[in-house]
């Protein structure tokens, strides 16, 4: 799984969440068509947790070219738009983990304090691998809830000009200049006491 392998060198390391976002990304280049080079697939992201790495890496989607949106809604929903159809899948993610003992539970809770023994990592590691393992073999069907919707187009990504804060001199992009006491401020400045 070459493309997986990619994701993980982006990511640093294997978990749950980044299958997951592997999972939905392959689904949603299923629907419609290959990885973007430019801008023609937009992402909406509705959380920014591990998926969205494996998001960016199969679907070429980044804040960088424009086509990668955050909305931070804390969900585990994931909207993609193909340009210029305007097709579009909101894809939900409705996978159930695997059950847990009471020691598997008991582990995870020790390891949230901050417990790091090798006992306790020992149980993290193989909770985790199961998780994993449940995502890479389960349909589909079993993960997602899919949805043809139709949205509105994004605007392309927009190059503005830099100009500098007045007062500390840091270039920003035109839009987001404010203004106060009469001189064109970033947001930091601007919202500075």
């Known amino acids: ?42 992402a909406i992201v509705e959380n920014n947790s591990c998926a969205v790495d494996a998001v960016q890496v199969m679907t070429g989607c980044t804040f960088g070219k424009g086509n990668l949106i955050f909305k931070d809604y804390g969900k585990q929903v994931y909207t993609f ?38 006992t306790v990592m020992k149980a993290v590691h193989k909770r985790k691998t199961r998780k994993i393992d449940s995502i890479l073999k389960a349909k589909d069907s079993a993960l997602f809830k899919i949805k043809n919707i139709k949205v509105a187009l994004p605007d392309e990504a927009r190059i503005y000009p830099g100009l500098r804060c007045e007062k500390c001199r840091e270039k920003t992009m035109e839009p987001r200049l404010r203004i106060k006491n009469g001189k064109m401020v970033c947001m930091p400045c601007f919202e500075k006491k």
Request: aromatic residues 8%.
């Open 81 to 118: 738009i193909k340009r210029p159809s305007g097709k579009a899948i909101r894809i939900s993610i409705d996978w159930t983990p695997p059950p847990e003992t009471e020691k598997e539970k008991e582990m995870w809770q020790k390891y949230m304090k901050g417990d790091r023994s090798k």
């Open 1 to 42: 799984m070459k493309k997986f392998d990619e994701v993980v060198k982006f990511h640093g390391h294997v978990c749950p969440g980044l299958v997951l976002g592997y999972r939905v990304s392959a689904f949603a280049l299923k629907e419609l068509g290959r990885k973007a080079s430019d801008e023609e697939i937009v």
